[in-house]
């Protein structure tokens, strides 16, 4: 039996080593290109946009909340003593303990409500994706904003102070975006988008 590196098979070609070397697998690519991501209409690229700007804001209120309370973490800080004291009279906590603790509670609802923020983009992404699982998600969390918003335009100019303020108006624009996101993605295109989304 003869092999490429006797005599006489010189210019025989080495299929074997061909086809490694100019195989899609030789340049770091796969054999088959995945198929493009479907385009999402534009009513859902607004929708997302929308929830965008809920997180934004949701992160701002929050920020907002928290500075305000560790302004003021001596009043709180002296309210929690005295309902501990109310308790139970035997029960010694000093100030600095009662602030220690709340500044503790402060970073804990900021890691928290970061945390949600990024979980809540995380389930934006897959709506624009089209999964109907995220947009049902959406819609129920909108709702709840929308409805939590309410209170807040009725109650709107009632002296508060200026965080109190800033965090109402934050309240209203989420209402107006989660209304606005809620809408475009039930729309008659958005529909379609969802609905030929779910088929493989």
């Known amino acids: 039996m003869s092999n490429p590196g006797q005599p006489g098979n010189e210019h025989q070609p080495d299929w074997q080593r061909w086809e490694a070397e100019h195989s899609a697998h030789a340049f770091g690519k796969p054999a088959f290109d995945a198929p493009p991501p479907r385009p999402a209409p534009v009513d859902v690229e607004t929708a997302r946009h929308l929830w965008w700007g809920v997180a934004g804001l949701g992160v701002m209120s929050l920020v907002l909340t928290l500075l305000a309370v560790s302004g003021a973490r001596s009043v709180f800080a002296q309210q929690l003593i005295d309902d501990v004291r109310a308790q139970d009279a035997s029960l010694s906590l000093t100030l600095e303990t009662a602030e220690g603790y709340l500044i503790g509670a402060l970073v804990v609802m900021f890691i928290l409500g970061v945390g949600f923020a990024a979980l809540f ?80």
């Open 121 to 200: 983009v995380y389930w934006v992404e897959k709506m624009r994706h089209g999964r109907m699982w995220a947009r049902t998600v959406l819609t129920m969390i909108g709702t709840v904003t929308v409805v939590m918003a309410l209170p807040q335009l009725f109650a709107f100019g009632v002296d508060g102070g200026a965080v109190s303020v800033l965090a109402g108006v934050a309240a209203i624009l989420q209402g107006v975006l989660a209304a606005g996101a809620i809408y475009l993605m039930h729309r008659k295109e958005s529909n379609k988008y969802f609905v030929a989304s779910r088929t493989p």
